[in-house]
């Protein structure tokens, strides 16, 4: 979301994009000078500095350990977050769209929400087997639950004037929820589909330490365990990088499909 800038009475407006590229440029640039002060104040080897960790990222990447890990857990997060959007969408639509079905299901569903998804992993475990299966499987679970619930109160959320509006003109019911109920239900879709994309990565990472311990979770344990905290560092990073790669680009989209909306009413 945009920053806001404002003095006196006069209305907030939007800071421009620019403005907010360099603020978290200056915010990046504080966050590495508190790491290299925090690398250089804690016990030698707990914290490695700035510059260890990008050796470190060359090194790993130069012996081709990186892009493999990378390309593993892209594979099992992609298969498990598209199987979410695929299934997550469609139920959750419905579930608004139908309102006895959804009142059906709805307690379900927030009883499987609440469900940590660790408790499931034995069985899938048992179920799958340890390869690429059994990992989407643990992040669809993880992902699933936001996309549907966040449809789901999206399409509860509509407009009820402006489908009185349609259905005085004479529009059908499958063209009011094609054209107005859906593209309404966007903000929450695109929220949704956030903390999906997010706890999709971390059910990745969990899923790659519980089963065959491959990927950058496997990479992660690996590091870990044996104190390589400058390559440790790496991998965290690799993650944080991913995340924040979907979460904007899902902002990207969610801005180019809401400009049809109409501005607030006063």
């Not at 004037?161 to 879709?189: D, K, N």
Request: aromatic share 6%.
């Amino acid at each position: 979301m945009a920053g806001w800038t404002g003095t006196g009475g006069r209305s907030l407006r939007p800071a421009g994009a620019g403005t907010v590229l360099v603020l978290r440029l200056l915010f990046l640039g504080l966050l590495l000078l508190l790491w290299g002060l925090a690398s250089a104040t804690v016990p030698r080897g707990l914290i490695p500095s700035p510059a260890t960790t990008a050796q470190a990222a060359a090194r790993l990447w130069a012996e081709g350990r990186l892009q493999t890990a990378i390309g593993q857990s892209l594979l099992t997060y992609g298969t498990g977050l598209g199987a979410a959007v695929l299934v997550g969408i469609p139920l959750g639509a419905l579930m608004g769209m139908v309102r006895l079905f959804g009142r059906t299901l709805d307690i379900f569903v927030f009883a499987l929400a609440a469900t940590p998804r660790v408790a499931f992993i034995p069985l899938i475990i048992v179920l799958l087997g340890l390869g690429t299966e059994a990992k989407a499987m643990i992040v669809f679970l993880g992902a699933v639950m936001p996309i549907v619930l966040n449809t789901y109160a999206g399409v509860l959320a509509r407009d009820g004037e402006l489908i009185e509006m349609a259905r005085s003109t004479g529009a059908s019911a499958a063209r009011i929820q094609l054209h107005i109920v859906l593209p309404g239900a966007l903000p929450f879709l695109v929220v949704g589909l956030r903390l999906g994309a997010t706890i999709g990565l971390i059910n990745t990472v969990v899923a790659e330490l519980y089963t065959a311990v491959t990927g950058l979770g496997g990479l992660l344990a690996l590091y870990g365990n044996t104190f390589r905290m400058a390559d440790y560092f790496v991998i965290v990073l690799a993650l944080a990088a991913i995340g924040v790669i979907v979460t904007e680009s899902l902002r990207l989209l969610e801005g180019r499909l809401s400009r049809w909306r109409l501005p607030d009413r006063p």
